[in-house]
T-cell receptor, first 119, second 114 residues
Framework: AQKVTQAQTEISVVEKEDVTLDCVYETRDTTYYLFWYKQPPSGELVFLIRRNSFDEQNEISGRYSWNFQKSTSSFNFTITASQVVDSAVYFCALSEEWYSGGGADGLTFGKGTHLIIQP | GAGVSQSPSNKVTEKGKDVELRCDPISGHTALYWYRQSLGQGLEFLIYFQGNSAPDKSGLPSDRFSAERTGGSVSTLTIQRTQQEDSAVYLC????????????FGPGTRLTVL
């Protein structure tokens, strides 16, 4: 069965520091999708990125970057020059596609990492 | 365009009462999902609809939980004879097609069972 592990429960850094959030996943499928979501104090889950298992290229979006390594089953997220507005809980999630029409199990989420950016 | 909407935003009920939670997905999205977020269990997947049908209901926590979707749009999650352990935030998401597509989440319904 699929599993997502976010070993860091809480991280606290000072503004402008770089910070990396770790995500390790387990899956039996060769086709799968990885996601990161942000949950600010307001509570709504905000989509950040989707990556399929065949695309190992790293991605950068502004201050955000993602490092996908199939060899270590990891999909880590780095925030460069962190800001107070980045304070939130960040979730890594996995979706398998082992039904011909797509998976019917929804997303498997990690427990989340609470990121605190101190001014 | 409009995102996923859920109502009510907050619901307080007494143990043993039935509750109905509503989700209105993004227009045109055929797939709809229900999740539950609680302190102890994190984010749990409950059920998935493709159109009006739910291929797998095994994620529902008990037979007190049911969900339906009509007209390929609005969905309701019903909890009968609520228990205190049902207290959680219930999140709804929708995606254009299958679960491999990006899921967009609503603001959630916070359910408190007294």
């Amino acid at each position: 069965a699929q599993k997502v592990t976010q070993a860091q429960t809480e991280i606290s850094v000072v503004e402008k520091e770089d910070v990396t959030l770790d995500c390790v996943y387990e899956t039996r499928d060769t086709t799968y999708y990885l996601f990161w979501y942000k949950q600010p104090p307001s509570g709504e889950l905000v989509f950040l990125i989707r990556r399929n298992s065949f695309d190992e290229q790293n991605e950068i979006s502004g201050r955000y970057s993602w490092n996908f390594q199939k060899s270590t089953s990891s999909f880590n997220f780095t925030i460069t020059a962190s800001q107070v507005v980045d304070s939130a809980v960040y979730f890594c999630a996995l979706s398998e596609e082992w039904y011909s029409g797509g998976g019917a199990d929804g997303l498997t989420f990690g427990k989340g990492t609470h990121l605190i950016i101190q001014p | 365009g409009a995102g996923v909407s859920q109502s009510p935003s907050n619901k307080v009920t007494e143990k043993g009462k039935d509750v109905e939670l509503r989700c209105d997905p993004i227009s045109g999205h055929t797939a709809l999902y229900w999740y539950r977020q609680s302190l102890g269990q994190g984010l749990e997947f409950l059920i998935y609809f493709q159109g009006n049908s739910a291929p797998d209901k095994s994620g529902l926590p008990s037979d007190r939980f049911s969900a339906e979707r009509t007209g390929g749009s609005v969905s309701t999650l019903t909890i009968q004879r609520t228990q205190q352990e049902d207290s959680a935030v219930y999140l709804c998401a929708s995606s254009p097609g299958t679960s491999s597509d990006t899921q967009y989440f609503g603001p959630g319904t916070r359910l408190t069972v007294l």
